[in-house]
């Protein structure tokens, strides 16, 4: 199993309610003024991680700590998530369809159906869309089953091994169906599947074992987790707005280090000892041998050609 898992931070708009409505995008989105709204691991250190705004702007690593936007253009969707697949980058926004960037160039992933769309966020890569859920299997998009309700939250590790949650409650696929495993959680995320609850705790589902939302005897609120046994991380979020990286150890929180830099954060990458926080506002903060290392996305978009201004219409 990869155990590079990368968590997107959803906090509790993850779990609204769903309808008509909310299965079209919605320009109107906050998140949409943040720069980078997901990220996607194409291999196994988190200084490769590729970041993603919130219409597919792409920031590229150079694999030495910088991100760069190099290429104009993007997608016509409030971007969600990201996944790696089949070397390409393929985002996901609040519907379907799905896009495929290659090279420079998006193009849209139909996969047959159309409703609220929510990607998995465990090893394997995978797709929710309204209530019918896919895992990719040899290139291909299997149909491992459907759920009740619309599917907010998404965790797979294989087309035998998923969990969805939707508003009403939380699911774990046996055999071709899913059968109800608990209430209902904000989002998911880990190489095994790890649940943040609506109270701003943890919840190893496997297990059915709980991690209270305290640190240092103090309410807080987890906003991401990735990572596996005993490199399990959580980004949590104090009463006073501070961010804070956190494990998880005998049943509580712990205090790993503070997170420089203010939320929202739009995703968490655990591997080879080395822990990425990326924020909406671009800062990437990378934890490694006991310091931060900070960044910031930044722009090298080509200069604007020679040729005649775009045709307006009358």
Known sequence: ???????????????????????????????ST??????????DDVLDAILVGPSGQVYEPDGKGAWTRKHGGGVAADVTGAAIVAGDLVVAGRAA????????????????????????RGPATGVAIGKKVFVLEKAKWKRVG?????VT?????????????????????????????????????G???WAITADGGLRDLAAGTAVPGELDGAHVTALAVAGADDDLRAV???????????????GALERVANVPGAGPV?????????????????TVAVYAKGAWTEAAVSDALPADGDGPAPARTR
């Open 34 to 43: 943040d720069r980078v709204v997901a990220i996607a691991m194409p291999g």
């Open 146 to 150: 459907s759920t009740p309700g619309k």
């Open 236 to 250: 949590v979020q104090t009463a006073g707005g501070a961010l804070v990286l956190a494990r998880v150890a005998k």
């Open 153 to 189: 939250a998404m965790w797979a590790s294989g087309a035998k091994a998923v969990w969805a949650s939707t508003d009403a409650a939380v699911y774990k696929l046996s055999g071709s169906e899913f059968k109800k495993a608990g209430e209902p959680v904000v989002a998911l995320g």
């Open 266 to 282: 739009a995703g968490l990458a655990v591997a080879g000892g080395k822990i990425l926080v990326a924020l909406g506002d671009g």
């Open 191 to 193: 190489a095994e599947p």
């Open 1 to 31: 199993m990869n155990r590079t898992v990368v968590a997107a931070a959803l906090l509790f708009a993850a779990s609204a309610q769903a309808d008509d409505e909310e299965d079209r995008p919605s320009v109107a989105d906050p998140a």
């Open 97 to 120: 369809p799905m896009y495929r960037r290659d090279g420079s160039t998006w193009f849209a992933m139909p996969i047959g159906e159309s409703g609220r769309t929510a990607i998995s």
